[in-house]
C-alpha cells in the first residue's frame, strides 16, 4: 500500500508487516461536529484495509480529558471537569459506535497519565531541551532541535516573524510551548515545578513513546494539527530520540460548509449526534468517500442527501436481488466474499475513495443484469463481493429479509401473485417501495 507523506510530500510504499498507527482523538468539552468525524473514519478504513491485507495493526488513540475548554464548558454547565469530560467521553463513545468504528488498541485518557506525562517533561529537562521558569511553568525550547518547522515546513525566523513577542515575556523564544502550566484553577496536580497541569502538545508524544515506542509508523489526524500540534510533538520525540515521532504523515482535510472550515468556533457546525437523528452512520461514513482524504469536502443538505441516495439505490439493488430469490423460492447459499482487485487498487493507491465507489458503482451495474437474467448463484456470489468491500468502508448491509414485518409483507405478496390477485399484489409491492425496501 502506498501512502501520501505530508511530511515529504510524496508517496511511499507501506513494506512492513507490522504497522504502528497514532491518531490525535477528541478534547471531550462537547460532542463531535461530522468535521471531527472525517479522520475518525479515515483511520478506520485504513485500519480495516490494512488488516484485510494481513497487516498487524497497533492502534492508539487518545482522549484529551484535561482542557480549558473543559474548564470552561464546566463553569457554564456548574459542573466539575470530571463530569463534563466523562459526560462527553461517553458521548463520544456512542458516535464511534453509530459510525462503526473499530475500538483502538490503546485509548489513554491524559488525567490517567499524569505521573507519565511529568516523568516525559523531566527527560525533555535532563535533555536540555526544556527549562522550568521561576513561576514554576515548564517550557520547550524549540532551538534544542535542529528541525523545527520541519512538517509545517517553516523555518524558525519565519514563525518568530508571525509570534508577538510581549505575550512571552517568561520564554527564551516565543515560539517554545507549555509542557507544564502553574495553575490553581480546575484540576491541577503536584509537580516538581508547580502545582498545575499538563500543556496539550506533550499527552501524543507520551502516549506514542508508552504505547508505542520512540516512533509510530503513521501519525495523522485533521490538517488544523499539523502546526502547531504535530509539529511541537515531533520537536520532543526528536530532543529524546534524535528522530520524527512518525515514519509518515497522514492529514485529513476540512469539511467546509460554504466554503468556510467547519469549527466550533465559527458557529458553522454540524453535530454527528444531530445527523444521526436524521441518518444513519452508513449515510455519514458513505458522504465521507465522495474525496480522497486530504482534499477539502463540502457539506450542504443537497449533496448530503444525494450521497445518502446514491447509498440507498445501492441498497435497493441488492435487496430486490434477495426478494426475488425468495419469491422464486431459491435457497439461499453462504458465500466467501472476495474484495474485487480494482477495490484493493483504488484503496492501495492512498485510500483513493472515489475511485472505491466507482467499483462498486460497476458491480452494482452487473448486479442488475445478473438479477434480470436469473443468475443468482453468480448474484449471491457478486454480493458477497460487495459485502467484503463494505466490511473494509465500514458500511454495513442487513438483508432485508431479516426484519420480520417486510418478511410478512413479501410473504402477502408471493401469495398474491401465486392467487394471481394482481390488484393486491401491486397494493403489497407499493408498500415495500414505500419503505424503500426496493
Not at 509537580?191 to 509508523?217: M, Q
Request: glycine content about 4%; some cysteine.
Amino acid at each position: 500500500m502506498k501512502v501520501y507523506d505530508s511530511l515529504s510530500n510524496k508517496r511511499y510504499e507501506i513494506i512492513s508487516k507490522n504497522i504502528s498507527i497514532y491518531n490525535c482523538g477528541p478534547t471531550v468539552y462537547n460532542d463531535i461536529h461530522i468535521g471531527n468525524a472525517r479522520p475518525l473514519i479515515t483511520f478506520d478504513v485504513l485500519i480495516r484495509f490494512l488488516k484485510s491485507l494481513h497487516y498487524h495493526i497497533t492502534y492508539v488513540h487518545n482522549v484529551t480529558d484535561i482542557d480549558d475548554k473543559i474548564i470552561n464548558q464546566a463553569k457554564l454547565l456548574k459542573q466539575t471537569e470530571s463530569q463534563v469530560a466523562n459526560t462527553y467521553y461517553l458521548h463520544y463513545l456512542d458516535v464511534c459506535k453509530s459510525l462503526n468504528i473499530l475500538p483502538p488498541s490503546q485509548m489513554p485518557k491524559v488525567s490517567e497519565n499524569i505521573p507519565g506525562i511529568i516523568e516525559y517533561i523531566e527527560k525533555l529537562i535532563k535533555a536540555n531541551a526544556a527549562y522550568s521558569t521561576e513561576k514554576g511553568d515548564v517550557y520547550f525550547d524549540v532551538k534544542s532541535v535542529p528541525n523545527y518547522g520541519i512538517l509545517s515546513h517553516q523555518n524558525i525566523n519565519q514563525l518568530q516573524e508571525g509570534v508577538r513577542k510581549e505575550l512571552a515575556e517568561d520564554k527564551k523564544s516565543p515560539l517554545d510551548f507549555v509542557l507544564w502550566k502553574k495553575t490553581d484553577s480546575g484540576l491541577n496536580w503536584k509537580s516538581p515545578w508547580s502545582t498545575g497541569r499538563p500543556g496539550w502538545h506533550t499527552e501524543c508524544a507520551l502516549f506514542i513513546n508508552k504505547y508505542i515506542g520512540d516512533h509510530a509508523t503513521i501519525h495523522g489526524g485533521g490538517i488544523d494539527l499539523k502546526f502547531p500540534h504535530h509539529e511541537n510533538e515531533n520537536a520532543q520525540n526528536y530532543a529524546l530520540f534524535k528522530r520524527n515521532i512518525a515514519d509518515l504523515w497522514m492529514h485529513v482535510g476540512h469539511i467546509n460548509v460554504n466554503h468556510e472550515k467547519m469549527a466550533k468556533s465559527l458557529h458553522n457546525f454540524i453535530l454527528v449526534k444531530d445527523l444521526l437523528t436524521q441518518h444513519s452512520g452508513n449515510d455519514i461514513r458513505w458522504f465521507m468517500y465522495q474525496t480522497r482524504y486530504q482534499n477539502p469536502l463540502e457539506f450542504n443538505n443537497d449533496t448530503f442527501e444525494q450521497s445518502s441516495n446514491e447509498l440507498l439505490k445501492i441498497f435497493q439493488q441488492i435487496n430486490y436481488g434477495f426478494i426475488q430469490m425468495y419469491l422464486q423460492k431459491i435457497k439461499a447459499f453462504k458465500s466467501i466474499g472476495t474484495i474485487d482487485e480494482e477495490f484493493v487498487n483504488a484503496l492501495n493507491d492512498d485510500l483513493d475513495f472515489p475511485n472505491a465507489k466507482t467499483v462498486i458503482s460497476k458491480q452494482i451495474k452487473k448486479l442488475a443484469s445478473l438479477i434480470r437474467s436469473k443468475k443468482f448463484d453468480n448474484f449471491q456470489k457478486l454480493v458477497a463481493t460487495i459485502n467484503a468491500e463494505f466490511d473494509i468502508l465500514g458500511i454495513i448491509y442487513t438483508n432485508p429479509l431479516a426484519d420480520t414485518s417486510i418478511k410478512s409483507l413479501v410473504d402477502e405478496w408471493q401469495k398474491a401473485l401465486v392467487d394471481k390477485n394482481y390488484i393486491l399484489s401491486d397494493k403489497y409491492r407499493k408498500q415495500l417501495s414505500d419503505k424503500k425496501v426496493f
